[in-house]
């Protein structure tokens, strides 16, 4: 996860985030 993060994954990341947040 974090290899994905890393290579500009930064807007998987925030939709991830927002999904856990709901």
């Known amino acids: 996860l974090r290899?994905?993060?890393r290579?500009?994954?930064r807007t998987v990341g925030?939709?991830?985030v927002?999904?856990?947040s709901k």
Do not use: D, P, Y
């Open 14 to 16: 925030a939709g991830v």
């Open 18 to 20: 927002a999904s856990i």
């Open 7 to 9: 290579e500009g994954g």
């Open 3 to 5: 290899f994905a993060i």
